[in-house]
């Protein structure tokens, strides 16, 4: 389940039908991530990193939805290494 589906589902659950906005979800998405309060790890980094790749080669803007991620990949060059090795495995695969 995705968080805009979570969304729908409590928007839902309190009576409220109209369908969010792109916008607004992204918006909450960039409130979550700020409530973090501190820069991710470079575990956690490897265990979101696969997903990150997946919406880069979707097209589905991976930096708008997963700042954090971004901000780390372009201070640390271990993990910025693992994502471009990554991105790469996954591109070459795709074009089979």
Do not use: W
């Not at 839902?12 to 792109?22: D, F, R, W, Y």
């Not at 919406?55 to 971004?70: G, S, Y």
């Not at 990949?73 to 290494?81: A, P």
């Amino acid at each position: 389940m995705n968080i805009q589906d979570l969304i729908q589902r409590i928007r839902t659950s309190l009576g409220l039908k109209k369908e969010l906005p792109s916008e607004a979800v992204l918006g909450f998405l960039h409130i979550l991530e700020n409530v973090h309060g501190e820069e991710m790890s470079c575990d956690e980094i490897y265990a979101k990193l696969d997903e990150y790749v997946e919406r880069e080669v979707n097209k589905k803007d991976a930096a708008q939805l997963m700042p954090l991620i971004r901000e780390h990949l372009d201070t640390c060059s271990e993990c910025c290494d693992e994502y471009e090795t990554l991105l790469d495995v996954v591109e070459k695969s795709a074009e089979k």
